[in-house]
């Protein structure tokens, strides 16, 4: 509607451009010139119907025609009035009617001054509604005067209001902002006994635990209005535009309290000050400035909750952590194997899966996943489902989309050389075989030499259950089942490739862990002897600092490479002792491509390879 209103306006106001001008002109595009003696020759011969003239020009109608003439006067008779009425009376002599005889008065301030400024008014006046179309719309977020209003986001849709139903895995971070809820819902309570309730409750947590999602549960079980900004909408090249955002925001929040302010990443502006890069007057340290003002400007009795999220809490700034600000930390873990399974089930309530499927097994399956992989992971299944056209996602979708979203896309288009699949087997099949062999280890899931994400192949491990304690024997058979892979490579093919890049990278951090934060080195003991990891950009130091001598770091250094070489030396005496074994898994990898982790178990059993894949009832499995 807006731009169509804009579109008139623009083509009226051509409209009036042209008749103007046409006005200042009326004869314009009928006039024929012609030399001053062919018209005084028109006129001595009577053919002149009409007649009129300016000081510089005689303009002259043909009879019985739609034809004007104009001339010009001589230089010699120009505004000569004897000349004119010469002319008059040749025209009266031939029978003209004096009526129609004319003198047109040019006008000088229309010709001279307007016309000329045309194109510059319409400038103006394009300008001018530009600006005044923004003046009018200064709550919008492209208006000139909104530079400085906040970009709090308030969901307005009922349909689409957030719960605790609708939030799952974070169960005791749900009962501790449950005092939130009812006091939003009757502050009265609280008062009578002289309670305070927090001005500000941070949320601590990874990425993709639900920091967001817990907060707007939370204004959705109140039934408050919840404003929604993220940290870098307060950052701005000018200075001092954060602080005003601040400022707007709290203003809007206390005019519609009882309410619920939610900062996203407030790292961004929350970072440590006064050390680092940048000074104290910069836009960052402003914005904070004003954020710790303005939540020390209002009372609970004003009914404004703030909440905040970030996954890096130790770059805040001391003072927005102080009692009377963000008085209570909530920390949002990952989901144990009961809060994975309760997730899953909300989730799965948005698609179509097959009755009875156990999504328990799913959830022991899924360790390391956040709250957003599990999301990503029923999703990924529903549309595997949909490209299958089946009518119900079923497990092996469920399987599938796991392993897509952990470890990547199956990449079966890439065509390799059969040396280099050969080496590929040999490389899985020693991760597979000492992973089979070490006690302790987690059951082997898949073993494959399709490429899938940035890897050749993959040997996934996948626990059954959460492991909090990591204990010295179970990171050394880590390490080696690391390094089984280059191993069997040495063995096998009496040469190594560069394939043992990731698993040397990921055992050597492992061992550097074990040596100098977890106290599992004999020759130096518990003592923390790792490097600082405070970075310039994180409000910290701006020197990498190393708290130990260079004598220690070369204890350090020897103990690191003492652990990496017995683990290798042991995963090359178990490949070289159950030789047959890795022969037979490599025989199968290039057969099948994928082993699952029963396969793995019959050819420990001793199942031929032509048997591998057939059931009790001798028929061939369809895996």
């Known amino acids: 509607m807006k731009k169509t209103r804009s579109l008139t306006f623009l083509l009226l106001l051509m409209v009036v451009v042209i008749l103007l001008w046409q006005v200042g002109n009326p004869l314009k595009n009928e006039i024929i010139t012609i030399s001053h003696s062919q018209f005084i020759e028109l006129l001595n011969t009577g053919k002149i119907e009409s007649m009129e003239y300016d000081g510089d020009a005689i303009y002259g109608k043909k009879k019985g025609e739609n034809v004007n003439y104009e001339t010009v006067f001589p230089e010699e008779h120009l505004r000569n009035p004897e000349y004119t009425s010469k002319l008059e009376q040749s025209f009266l002599e031939k029978g003209g009617d004096p009526k129609k005889i004319s003198v047109r008065t040019r006008n000088v301030l229309l010709y001279n001054v307007l016309l000329p400024l045309i194109p510059w008014l319409i400038i103006f006046f394009v300008a001018w509604w530009l600006i005044s179309r923004q003046l009018r719309a200064t709550a919008g977020p492209g208006s000139i005067l909104s530079f400085g209003k906040t970009r709090a986001k308030q969901p307005m849709d009922p349909k689409k209001k957030v719960t605790f139903s609708d939030v799952a895995g974070i169960n005791e971070a749900k009962e501790e902002v449950q005092e939130i809820i009812e006091f939003l819902k009757n502050p009265q309570k609280f008062q009578k006994l002289g309670g305070r309730m927090p001005r500000g409750i941070l949320l601590v947590g990874p990425p993709g635990t639900g920091k967001t999602l817990l907060a707007k549960a939370i ?253 010295k024997n179970y990171l050394l058979g880590n390490i080696t089942v690391l390094f089984a892979g280059r191993a069997a490579e040495e063995i096998a093919c009496n040469d190594i490739s560069a394939g043992a890049r990731n698993d040397i990278k990921e055992a050597t951090e492992l061992a550097r862990l074990m040596v100098t934060e977890w106290g599992m080195s004999d020759a130096l003991g518990m003592i923390n002897y790792s490097d600082s990891e405070e970075h310039m950009f994180l409000g910290r130091e701006i020197a990498k600092t190393r ?76 895996e």
């Open 219 to 471: 204004a959705g079980e109140a039934n408050v209005p919840f404003f929604s900004i993220s940290g870098s909408d307060f950052v701005e090249m000018f200075v001092g535009v954060g602080a005003s955002r601040v400022r707007d925001l709290f203003k809007q929040a206390k005019d519609n309290s009882p309410c619920i302010v939610f900062l996203d990443e407030i790292d961004a502006v929350g970072r440590r000050r006064g050390s680092g890069l940048g000074g104290g007057h910069d836009e960052r340290e402003q914005t904070l400035n004003a954020i710790l003002v303005e939540m020390d400007g209002f009372n609970t009795d004003d009914g404004v909750i703030v909440l905040a999220a970030t996954n890096r809490p130790d770059i805040l700034d001391p003072a927005l952590l102080r009692p009377g600000r963000f008085d209570r930390e909530v920390v949002i873990d990952m989901p144990d194997v009961k809060g994975r399974e309760e997730i899953l089930k909300v989730h799965a309530k948005k698609i179509k899966l097959i009755k009875d499927i156990d999504l328990k097994v799913l959830a022991r399956t899924t360790p390391t996943f956040s709250g957003a992989d599990l999301e990503a992971l029923i999703n990924e299944a529903a549309l595997r489902a949909v490209m299958k056209n089946k009518p119900l996602v079923d497990l092996e979708e469920l399987e599938e989309a796991r392993d897509k979203v952990k470890w990547g896309r199956q990449k079966r288009s890439r065509v390799m050389e059969e040396e280099d699949r050969k080496v590929t087997a040999y490389h899985e099949s020693g991760h597979a075989l000492v992973s089979k062999l070490i006690p302790g280890m987690e059951p082997i899931h898949k073993v494959t030499i399709i490429p899938r994400g940035m890897a050749l192949g993959a040997t996934m491990r996948l626990p059954e259950k959460d492991r909090y304690h990591m204990h």
């Open 547 to 622: 708290s130990h001598s260079e004598s220690t770091s070369e204890i350090i250094d020897t103990e690191i490479k003492k652990i990496v070489d017995h683990c290798y030396t042991l995963a090359k005496q178990y490949v070289s002792a159950h030789k047959q074994e890795l022969e037979n898994i490599t025989a199968a990898l290039l057969k099948y491509e994928v082993l699952s982790g029963t396969d793995i178990d019959r050819i420990f059993q001793g199942v031929p390879l032509a048997e591998l894949r057939k059931n009790n009832n001798g028929v061939a499995s369809s």
